[in-house]
């Protein structure tokens, strides 16, 4: 697998190709995104939805947003946050990491997950945050079952909704 950070272009545009590939991944994991409310409709989402949602996250400073490659195919995606807004709060965060729908339960998310790490560690990072929501019991068991523990339980900073904070010591 192959993490490539995503670079718009000097516009902003993502170009139609890779819009489309963005697109496709998100709109596999409609199930996620009823659960979010990402989207206001998880079986309808829009290229110009999508092509936002990034443009919004890429508008933070401390935000990398990382594009999973594996034989040429996007398999995933990874948003992660450097520095916490939260002064008290000393570790990166991943924000999202999905991997495409038809993609899952063959360990992309697994070594997804893994690289992330790498690369935090390799930047002297000692541990990882991320958040889950409440209403998600998927998503807390992958990520429980790859060594994060619940450290919190608080809203989300965007919205409100609840969630467990989750934490790994790298």
């Known amino acids: 697998m192959i993490l490539e950070p995503l670079s718009p272009a000097p516009d902003h545009d993502l170009p139609g190709e ?56 996007l398999v995933g995606i990874v948003v992660t946050l450097a520095h916490h807004p939260d002064p008290a709060d000393p570790d990166p965060w991943i924000g999202l990491l999905m991997v495409d729908a038809a993609m899952q339960r063959h360990g992309h998310g697994r070594l997804l997950a893994s690289l992330v790490e790498d690369r935090f560690r390799a930047a002297g990072r000692t541990a990882v945050r991320l958040a889950v929501l409440e209403n998600n ?31 790994k010591a790298l």
Do not use: K, M
Request: charge should be negative; proline fraction near 8%.
């Open 18 to 73: 890779l819009l489309t590939e963005l697109t496709a991944l998100y709109a596999s994991n409609r199930e996620f995104h009823a659960l979010s409310g990402d989207f206001p409709d998880p079986d309808d989402i829009r290229p110009e939805q999508v092509a936002a949602a990034l443009a919004d996250e890429l508008a933070h400073p401390d935000v990398e947003v990382l594009l999973a490659r594996s034989f040429g195919r």
């Open 137 to 167: 019991p998927a998503g807390l068991g992958f990520w429980t079952a790859l060594g994060y523990e619940v450290v919190d339980r608080r809203p989300d900073r965007d919205r409100g909704r609840p969630c467990a904070v989750l934490r």
